[in-house]
Structure formats: structure tokens, C-alpha cells
């Protein structure tokens, strides 16, 4: 099965990379076929424009235009003007030595008015030789055949040079470029702005002499043809470049030498006249002057400053891999940084471009590539969520396949379950229906439905009880019939309300509508699998926290990855200890062997052989716990894990250990005195006089007194510590005290050992077996007296403290080294005094007097001085009544 699931996984791999690549290749194709066709070319002048906006350089203060403005107007007249003014302003001017007049006006037609004026016009540009002349195509209608409008023959033949002034606009409006070369069939008319530069900079050298041999199409001489484009890299907004008014020139209102040795353009600025174009740095003044523009490729080309726009197939094959970049990082960015990494490509694509156009002349049109690489986002994750809602579904499939053996609510079965619950509750029949009243099941005395069922919970008509419950997804009443002296509690109605907690029927299909939103429903089927998986958890959860043992589940590597609250206690004693993600290197030393193995052998037995180990061991606090350790099989480990399971045997060990101690005793301590017996019978059986027999007999006595004392204590002991229940009364505890103190009369004086007694009250009530708190003072008080010199006293007090009775044996004996109180209420524990030999104990007394006191629900408390005497207070709870203290006499 995980040899499928891993061929299934590759093969999901395998489809995703073969689509990311196929994306990448259709992207990129995509984008090649927008870049050949110009599909974006709108978009590529604006980013052009916007980029060119940016560039701004100093021009150069040689190049001045006289403007035909609206002041001028206002003050020589309307337009046209008379000739001899152009003529009186190219002598005034030609005075200073300009390099090249461009007198960029259209002399076509004579001056029908002024024949005189075309003369001396003609004559001062003769003069002159530095006049250039504009050429322009001349067509009557879009299909006529284009015309060459030449200046009259007079201006051609005295004109420096002659230059076309077309400015080629694009589709959108805006002036970006101009032909260097236009003309009817084969270009041959340079552009205006290369004219004056023949004349002006006549050894300079010219692009299109550069390339023109290089070039040899075929011309058609019916139509206007163009070649060289040449991308205006505009110096500046409109008025960039020195200006004057031609009033103020004609005036002489300007200072000396202001013409010499510059390129002087005369052109139109004034409101609706001459060709002002929109250009990429018109800016908020909308248009720029045709001059202007001539103006700004003039001094394009003398600083060899030009704007190449990069050959297309470079463009595509630039393109194509600015497209594929973030296409191929996608794979390896993760959500949150995808976006962020396609932004900063995107910007640098934009920088880029920007950078290349402004330091090296170089147009990229890259808004196929932005563009693209915009829609490649969308794109790959369209794709990304569709791989990874394929993989969703296929989890989710198969996690749903495992919750149904995993789920903890497993197919209800309401017969079952109404038997079990009728253990509890007095159901005498009961009856499930659909909502006509046909009985689903039925068991028992069935009930008739008599009343109006409420929306939720039970409805309770007499001893009926009803219910609207969901069946098989269907609607239906559940009835229950009840004794009719059933009384309901409510624990029993949280147990009826169970029934109603889920649907009767586990069908986990839904009534689902015609159209349903998919991931919705992907998102329930997570969100029901998280639930059932939850709970699943909570019970393993609780179930751990609920063993009494300690379990510790840990890797290979020796950290525990789980375990419950009772490991924590066991190993700390603490249940809240953090325990998880530790290693067993810091938990191990807590805890030591006592069979004397290492924990490094225990633990590779089970991580390489897959042993299963038991070993006994002892925490550092004394606590016993028996350690099994099996192998557990952790998915996605290299090696097993295992289990670590704690034990704690320390009553065990402790029942072992008196088991043993009683042993001891009955091999010696009962076996002694009875061996004595027979050697003393094997004796008397030789023996015949009087004397002998009598001494033989009373040292049988003593060793059967002796034996019989063991036993009564041995006994009495056993039923202190009985699990059975033991009959209390009411007792008056002085009345007890004082029957004890009467037994061991004979002994005190025996030993010459005086006891007295202090009561503080008349009477002190409790609640208790006589006669086991008889002995427990009994036993008490012979302690004293053995560990007691001669003439000594044994004080007996009983006084209320709190709310305990306490009655303290207080002797001026021996004492008890303070390294040996702890261990006295022990079985078959011996001390010694200090100063007095007595008789030792078997080690019985004591105990009983600490059994019968937890019986009690009392404690027994020690003080003791070695050589000075000791003080045993045996405290009982007082009863409590309204007569427990009586009254002092």
C-alpha cells in the first residue's frame, strides 16, 4: 500500500512538472506572437513616453528660434505676411553671420499681391546662402496620387538646401519620430533638420550616408516612399530651446550678436498656425511646435544622441525569457513570497528598460512582457490550486476511507443501545416511526403518540416520552414507554438525551442541493475529518491520562514524542511535569536497574532485535516500578520507536517483603519456642524424680505462654489490617484506657514501675472497637514499662485537642535514637534502649498500635530523648455529638 502511495505521489510530481513547463512554453510562445503582431503597441508608447518624460538633458544655446508668434502678429499684421518682411529679416540677421537660416514656411504659390516682395525675397536669400527651404507632399485625397510641393523656382534655385518637414505621427497622436529621407518613388528628399545640418555642420556625418548603400529596395513612383526612422529623444518640454519673438527681431530689440555663428529656425508658434504636434514631453501644454520639434532631432544629431528601438527578434527572444523568469521561480517560492518576488521582477523589468533607454539609446517594448508577467500569477496559481486541490481530494478520499475505521462514531444500533440504557431507566417498550405514524422498529409495550412533539428534546405525555429524531436522513419520532411509577432523575434524563445527541442512523451522505459551491464542501469534509480526528485524540488522550501506569511513547533517537500524566508522577512526582520532547538521556538517570543490566542493552534489544524487555528498577526516591519496553512502529521513522510502559510496584513490594518477614517469624520466632518444647519433652521422658519433672514443666509453660503471646499478637495484628468491615461503637475512651491500665497491673508492679493516669475530662466519646484500642494501649503501656528502670513512673494522660481524643504513654526509660523512630511502626522491628536490658520484642506491637489507629482514621505521634524517655500519643477522632465532653467532677 505505501509502495502505491509513493507511485502515486511521483506520479502527481511528475504531472505537476510537465505542466510547469508546459506553461512556461505557452507563455512564452503566447507572448512572442503579441511582440511579431504589435498587439501591445498602444501600451508600448505609453510606458515609452512615460520613460522618455524622465529624460530631460541642456541643449545646446547655438540653436535659437524666432517665432511667429501671436505679439508678432498683433504687431505686423495678419498672415500671410508680405515677402519683403521675410527678406528684411533674413538681411537683418545675415548681418551676423548665422551658419544656417531654416526658414521653415511654405513658399509654393507666388505673391499674387506683391510680385516685388517674391524678389526681393529671392534676392536675399541669394545673398544670403544660407537659407534652407522646406519640401512637403501635397495630395488632394487619400487615393490621389501624391504630389512634391517645392518652394517657386526662384526660392529653389537660390536656397541652400531643401528638406522634407514631415513628422510622422502615430495611430494614438503623438509626434515620436521622423523618416530621414522621404520622397516620390525613391527617397531622396532629406528631412528639414538634416538640411540645415548639411549646411550648418557641413562635415558632419550623416546616418543615412552611413546606411544608404546598404539598403536597395524597390520604389514605386507613383507613391510617397520613407526610410531611416529616426525616434525623437526630445531634450525637454516645449521651450526647452531659446526663443525670440520676430516683432522683437524685426525691431532689433535684442542684443548684438545674438544671431552669430547660431542655427537660426523661423517657424510659427502663434495660436492655430503651423503643424504643433502632441509629443511624449508636451506635458500640461498639450502640443509642440513643428519648429521646436526640428529643432530638438537637430541637436539629437549633433550630439549623436538617437534612440534605437531593439530588432524584433531580439525583442521576442527578450521577451520570451523575461516571461519565463518568474514562471520558473514560482515552484520554488512559497505563497507569501511569490507575489513579492513577481513584484520585484516586474520593477526591475520596468528599471531595466528605463536604464537602457536612458544610457544607451536603447527602446526595449517590454509591455508584452509586463503584461505577461501579470498574468503568469493568476495563471500559476490557477494551476498551483488546482494541483493542490487534486492532492486535497485525493488525501481527503483517502482520509476518508481511514476515518471510517478510525471514526469513534461507529454505526448506532438503537436496539442495543435502548436495552443497555433500560438498566438504568424503567423503559418498558418503545417504538420508532416515520412522520405518518408507521412504526421503523418497535420493542416492547409500544406507546401511542397523543400529543404535539416539540422541535427539541422530550415531549412528555403521562409515562410516554417522545422525540423528533433524524433517521437514515429522514425525520422521525422516537417514543419511549415508561413504568407508570417511574421516577426520572436527572443523570437518567442525560442518558435519554444521548439517544438524541446524533443521528440514529451514522449515514454521513447529505441532502445536497442541485448546485453546490465544491470547496465548500472540501472544506466540510476537512472540517468533519478534523472533528472526528479530534475526538479521537481527546479519547486517546484521556485514555492515556486515565491508565495507571506511566507510558512513554519515543522515537529512535530517544525522544519522547508522547506521554500521560501518570509518567510525569511516577518519574517526578509531579503529573503536570513536561515531559514531551525530551530525551530519555535526561529521564533514564532518574531510575535504576536492580538486576544490575544497563539501560544501553535494554534499548538495543528492542531497537534492533524487536525484542520485547521487563526489568525491575528503582526510583532515585525510593519508588519500585517494573519497566516494559516493546517496539512501536512510528510512520515515517527510519527505525522503530518503542514504548515505554512504568509500573509502579512498590505495593507489591511491599506485600512481598511482609510476606517474607512472616515467613521469618513463623520459621523462628513460633518454631523456636516449640523446639525448646520438644527437646524439653524429650528430656522429661527420662527423667523420674518429682523435681526434675516439676522444673521440666514449668519451662514447657513459659515456652507455651510464650508461643501463645506471638500467635495473640500475630492475630490481633491481622485483624487490625483486615480489609474487612469492623463493627464501631460508641465508646467512653477513658473507660478503655482505664481497662488497660487495670490489665497490666500485675506487670508494673511486677517491674516496680508505678503507672498514673490523668484524665481531663469525665468522659470522652468516640466512635471505635474496644477492644482493638484496648490492646493498642495495652501494647502501649507494656512498651513503657519494659523500657523503664525500677521505681520509675509511666504517666497515662487523655485530654481533648482540637478534635482528636489524645491519649499519651509517657515513660522515663531508655528512649529511642532518633534514627530509629521512623522505622517503628515497621513488622518485626527491634530496637534497643539506652541504660535498661530488657527483652526484646518480635516487632508486632507497634505495628498493631499503627494499624489499629489508620483504622480509626487516627495517627500515633512519637517524641523521644535516648536516655531520658519517650511520649506515644495515640490520636482519634472525637465523636461528634452534642454530649462528648461530660461534666468534671
Not at 194 to 216: F, H
Not at 835 to 847: D, N, S, T, Y
Request: aromatic share 8%; hydrophobic share 45%.
Amino acid at each position: 500500500m505505501n509502495w502505491n502511495k509513493n507511485k502515486n505521489k511521483d506520479s502527481v510530481r511528475y504531472s505537476a512538472k510537465v505542466e510547469h513547463y508546459l506553461l512556461v512554453i505557452l507563455l512564452s510562445i503566447t507572448a512572442a506572437l503579441f511582440v511579431h503582431n504589435d498587439i501591445l503597441w498602444r501600451w508600448d508608447n505609453l510606458i515609452y513616453d512615460a520613460q522618455l518624460s524622465h529624460w530631460s538633458r541642456t541643449v545646446s544655446d547655438d540653436i535659437i528660434i524666432i517665432d511667429i508668434d501671436d505679439e508678432s502678429l498683433e504687431q505686423i499684421g495678419r498672415w500671410p505676411w508680405p515677402r519683403s518682411i521675410h527678406a528684411q529679416l533674413i538681411n537683418q540677421i545675415d548681418q551676423e553671420s548665422p551658419r544656417v537660416i531654416g526658414l521653415d514656411i511654405i513658399f509654393n504659390e507666388p505673391d499674387s499681391n506683391n510680385p516685388v516682395a517674391d524678389v526681393l525675397l529671392a534676392r536675399a536669400m541669394r545673398k544670403s546662402g544660407k537659407v534652407v527651404l522646406p519640401v512637403f507632399m501635397s495630395q488632394e485625397s487619400n487615393n490621389a496620387t501624391p504630389i512634391e510641393a517645392l518652394p517657386l523656382p526662384e526660392f529653389t534655385f537660390n536656397a541652400a538646401a531643401l528638406g522634407h518637414v514631415h513628422i510622422d505621427v502615430s495611430d494614438d497622436g503623438i509626434a515620436r519620430r521622423v523618416f530621414l529621407k522621404e520622397g516620390i518613388g525613391e527617397p531622396h528628399w532629406m528631412h528639414y533638420s538634416l538640411a540645415i545640418l548639411s549646411v550648418s555642420d557641413k562635415g558632419i556625418k550623416l546616418k543615412t550616408e552611413t546606411t544608404q548603400n546598404n539598403l536597395k529596395p524597390s520604389y514605386s513612383p507613383m507613391q510617397w516612399s520613407r526610410e531611416y526612422p529616426f525616434l525623437i529623444p526630445y531634450a525637454g518640454p516645449p521651450g526647452h530651446f531659446n526663443h525670440i519673438g520676430y516683432s522683437q527681431v524685426l525691431s532689433g530689440l535684442y542684443t548684438k550678436d545674438l544671431f552669430r555663428d547660431k542655427i537660426v529656425l523661423i517657424g510659427a508658434t502663434a495660436e492655430g498656425m503651423g503643424d504643433a504636434l502632441p509629443t511624449p514631453l508636451s506635458g500640461d501644454s498639450g502640443i509642440m511646435n513643428g519648429v521646436e520639434i526640428v529643432a530638438n532631432v537637430i541637436d539629437a544629431i549633433r550630439n549623436d544622441i538617437s534612440i534605437t528601438e531593439l530588432d524584433k527578434t531580439w525583442l521576442i527572444l527578450v521577451t520570451a525569457l523575461l516571461v519565463a523568469l518568474p514562471v520558473f521561480l514560482y515552484p520554488y517560492l512559497s505563497p507569501g513570497n511569490t507575489l513579492i518576488v513577481l513584484f520585484g521582477i516586474f520593477a526591475s523589468t520596468v528599471l531595466m528598460a528605463a536604464l537602457l533607454l536612458w544610457l544607451f539609446g536603447i527602446w526595449v517594448p517590454l509591455a508584452t512582457a509586463l503584461l505577461f508577467q501579470v498574468l503568469s500569477y493568476p495563471l500559476w496559481s490557477w494551476r498551483r490550486l488546482d494541483h493542490a486541490m487534486r492532492h486535497i481530494n485525493a488525501e481527503l478520499d483517502e482520509l476518508t476511507a481511514r476515518q471510517k475505521s478510525l471514526s469513534v462514531r461507529t454505526q448506532r444500533n438503537l436496539i442495543d443501545e435502548i436495552r443497555f440504557i433500560s438498566q438504568f431507566v424503567s423503559i418498558k417498550g418503545w417504538v420508532l416511526q416515520d412522520k405518518n405514524g408507521r412504526a421503523i422498529i418497535n420493542d416492547g409495550a409500544i406507546p401511542t403518540l397523543n400529543i404535539n412533539i416539540r422541535s427539541k428534546g422530550w415531549s412528555v405525555d403521562g409515562y410516554r416520552y417522545w422525540a423528533n429524531v433524524t433517521y437514515k436522513n429522514k425525520p422521525c419520532c422516537l417514543g419511549l414507554s415508561m413504568g407508570a411509577d417511574a421516577v426520572i432523575t436527572d443523570d437518567e434524563m442525560r442518558l435519554l438525551n444521548s439517544l438524541l445527541s446524533t443521528s440514529l442512523s451514522n449515514n454521513n451522505e447529505k441532502t445536497r442541493s442541485y448546485v453546490e459551491d465544491v470547496l465548500q464542501r472540501k472544506i466540510d469534509q476537512v472540517q468533519s475529518a478534523g472533528v472526528e480526528y479530534e475526538q479521537l485524540r481527546r479519547i486517546i488522550d484521556d485514555s492515556l491520562s486515565g491508565m495507571a501506569d506511566g507510558v512513554l511513547i519515543c522515537s529512535s533517537r530517544g525522544q519522547v514524542m508522547l506521554s500521560n500524566r501518570r509518567a510525569g508522577w511516577y518519574l517526578f512526582a509531579d503529573d503536570d511535569a513536561e515531559i514531551n520532547g525530551r530525551s530519555l538521556n535526561e529521564i533514564l538517570p532518574t531510575i535504576r536497574q536492580k538486576d544490575g543490566e544497563n539501560w544501553k542493552a535494554l534499548l538495543q534489544r528492542v531497537l534492533f532485535n524487536q525484542e520485547r524487555v521487563l526489568t525491575h528498577v528503582v526510583h532515585e526516591d525510593g519508588r519500585n516500578l517494573m519497566v516494559e519496553i516493546s517496539p512501536l512502529r512510528i510512520i515515517g521513522d527510519v527505525l522503530d520507536g518503542f514504548i515505554i510502559n512504568l509500573s509502579d510496584i512498590s505495593q507489591l513490594k511491599a506485600s512481598e517483603n511482609k510476606r517474607t518477614e512472616v515467613l521469618n517469624f513463623l520459621s523462628h520466632d513460633l518454631r523456636s519456642p516449640l523446639a525448646s518444647m520438644i527437646a524439653m519433652i524429650e528430656l522429661a521422658k527420662n527423667k523420674t524424680a518429682v523435681d526434675d519433672m516439676h522444673n521440666m514443666l514449668e519451662g514447657m509453660e513459659k515456652q507455651t505462654n510464650k508461643t501463645l503471646h506471638l500467635a495473640e499478637q500475630f492475630l490481633q495484628l491481622s485483624r487490625a489490617n483486615t480489609t474487612e468491615d469492623l463493627k464501631f461503637y460508641d465508646i467512653d475512651f477513658n473507660s478503655v484506657v482505664l481497662n488497660a491500665i487495670d490489665q497490666l497491673w500485675a506487670l508494673s508492679r511486677q517491674q516496680q514501675v508505678t503507672i498514673e493516669h490523668e484524665f481531663q475530662h469525665e468522659a470522652l466519646w468516640a466512635r471505635g472497637e474496644p477492644d482493638l484500642l484496648e490492646r493498642a494501649i495495652i501494647n502501649l503501656l507494656s512498651n513503657a514499662i519494659k523500657h523503664s528502670e525500677a521505681n520509675s513512673v509511666v504517666q497515662v494522660t487523655v485530654q481533648l485537642t482540637q478534635e482528636n481524643i489524645s491519649c499519651c504513654v509517657i515513660d522515663q526509660g531508655s528512649g529511642i535514637a532518633a534514627e530509629d523512630v521512623p522505622h517503628l511502626f515497621e513488622l518485626f522491628q527491634r530496637t534497643n534502649g539506652a541504660g535498661v536490658e530488657r527483652i526484646q520484642g518480635i516487632g508486632l506491637g507497634l505495628a498493631f498500635v499503627d494499624a489499629v489507629a489508620k483504622r480509626h482514621a487516627g495517627y500515633v505521634n512519637i517524641e523521644s530523648i535516648l536516655g531520658e524517655g519517650s511520649s506515644f500519643c495515640l490520636l482519634l477522632p472525637v465523636l461528634e455529638t452534642e454530649e462528648v465532653i461530660g461534666v468534671e467532677g
